[in-house]
């Protein structure tokens, strides 16, 4: 029923005065796009971060898995201390 005589509100409007009616039309329609270019921005940002967040997931995988390939290559050669003075070398760190 309320929305139904909304309705009746807004037709007996357009009807009355089409000029203001057109107008507030476009005011609104304004306000849409000033909207959708506010989401679409928001929408940019954020595809951004994850897309970041992907990239440093796989750098963080990548690593784990050559730490994990030296760790097995080394483990029945090298001393568990000296291994891992090896990695901190290769990974440009040193050994506190």
């Known amino acids: 029923m309320r929305f139904i005589s909304r309705a009746c509100i807004i037709v007996n409007r357009a009807v009355a005065s089409p000029s203001v009616f057109v ?6 329609l304004a306000e849409m796009e000033t909207f ?3 989401l679409c921005g928001q929408i940019d940002t954020l ?3 994850f ?19 030296l760790l097995g ?7 568990p201390e000296q291994l ?3 990695v901190y070398m290769l990974f440009g760190r040193e050994l506190a």
Request: hydrophobic letters at 45%; one cysteine or more.
């Open 47 to 49: 595809q951004g971060f």
């Open 73 to 79: 290559a080394f483990s029945n050669v090298i001393e």
């Open 51 to 69: 897309d970041q967040c992907a990239q440093s997931a796989s750098a963080a995988t990548a690593l784990a898995g050559r730490y994990s390939a």
């Open 23 to 28: 107008a507030g039309l476009k005011e609104k």
């Open 36 to 38: 959708r270019d506010i």
């Open 84 to 86: 891992m003075r090896l």
